[in-house]
């Protein structure tokens, strides 16, 4: 698969009034073309920033990147591009799409004028020409009456609908690379479950990179191609789906498959939940940032910081246990296969 972006040592730090947040401590990966990455891991683990790094969406006053921080695409740096160079790539070669479509959408515009925008913007069209595109755009992301749609309002619009119209808006200038923030989780049950297919069918027909952020690992379970778990700003496991779910190696990935309930489980009644609360990121821990809640936490895990270890190609992990010096440990019985 062909490589189309590059994360390298990725850190992002937010200055405030308490000190220096630092969200995202080190992050590196790749997406490769035509793929989805599901990203996991609780509420600030720093999913979020890490993708509205990527195109610069982070309040400039109060963010600071790492020195060595890198996002490469088509062979440029964004980190250094300024904001009229970065408009050129935002929403024609790279877009997102946020869990609340509300927040994105404009309530004074129409819905046919906002997805025109991106196409006047980005594909040199006309007004005419663009919300006549906008029609095809619609009928694509299944909105009935396209042409009766494009006149009406966001207000105008159920919130599946709505999601809709702003996976449209995203989808509009075919870009190589879609981030979803949550894109569902504002959303019913079964709508979730058509957005997620509209995503995934666009995304074949365009040969689209899809990185999803999630905190829902039935999602990752139904579209990841990898998943990458981050904790406390860090990636701490990536392998493919079936390596993840199979073969984790990680006991915070261990906490999250457990508390996942199943039709399986023995557990009746109580799902697991992992106690306990993720390190302050204005002073995160010099070891391994998962010690306080980690079941099994040695000594060295306090003092240093585990290094990823390659399992396969595809595989890494970083935890000490994977050492050949540590005690050897099963993973937990209620997600063995
Ligand atoms: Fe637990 Fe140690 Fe592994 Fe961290 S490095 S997850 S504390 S065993």
């Known amino acids: ?7 390298q040592d990725l850190k992002i730090s937010f200055n405030t009034y308490a000190g220096k947040i630092k969200a995202v401590r080190g992050v590196s990966f790749d997406l490769f073309k035509g793929e989805t990455l599901v990203v996991v891991g609780e509420s600030g683990c720093g999913k979020t920033v890490m993708a509205k790094s990527i195109l610069k969406l982070l309040p400039e006053n109060i963010t600071e990147l790492g020195s060595s921080s890198k996002v490469v695409f088509q062979e440029k740096d964004l980190t250094v591009m300024n904001e009229k ?3 050129k790539f935002r929403g024609k070669d790279i877009s997102m799409i946020f869990q609340d479509p509300m927040s994105y959408l404009n309530p004074t515009m129409t819905v046919g004028e906002q997805i025109a925008e991106s196409l006047i ?3 040199d069209m006309n007004k005419k020409q663009a919300l006549k595109k906008t029609v095809d755009i619609l009928k694509l992301v299944k909105i009935p009456n396209a042409n009766e749609r494009i006149k009406q309002y966001p207000h105008e619009f159920s919130g599946g609908m709505r999601q809709r119209v702003v996976i449209a808006i995203a989808l509009a200038c ?3 690379i879609l981030l979803a923030d949550e894109p569902t989780t504002a959303l019913d049950v079964t709508i979730q479950a058509e957005i997620l297919e509209l995503i995934q069918e666009l995304q074949d027909r365009l040969d689209t990179a899809v990185m999803l952020i999630t905190h829902d690992l039935g ?6 191609d990898r998943i990458q778990v981050m904790y406390a700003g860090e990636i701490v ?8 779910f ?12 457990r508390s996942v309930p199943t039709f399986k489980t023995k557990d009746q009644g109580t799902l697991y939940s992992l106690g306990g609360t993720p390190p302050d990121l204005l002073d995160p821990p010099s070891g391994c940032a998962f010690a306080a809640r980690c079941e099994y936490a040695m000594n060295i895990c306090k003092k240093s910081k585990p290094q990823h270890d390659s399992l396969t ?8 246990l994977n050492h050949p010096m540590a005690p050897k440990v099963d993973i937990p019985k209620s997600i063995r296969k």
Do not use: D
């Open 246 to 257: 199979n073969s984790p190696k990680h006991p915070y990935t261990w906490a999250l498959l």
């Open 219 to 224: 999602i990752a379970a139904e579209v990841a």
């Open 237 to 244: 496991e990536r392998g493919t789906k079936e390596e993840v």
């Open 174 to 176: 075919n870009p190589q």
């Open 313 to 320: 190609n595809t595989h890494f992990v970083s935890c000490w």
């Open 1 to 7: 698969m062909k490589k189309i972006l590059e994360v």
């Open 85 to 87: 160079k970065i408009r």
């Open 121 to 123: 913007i980005h594909q």
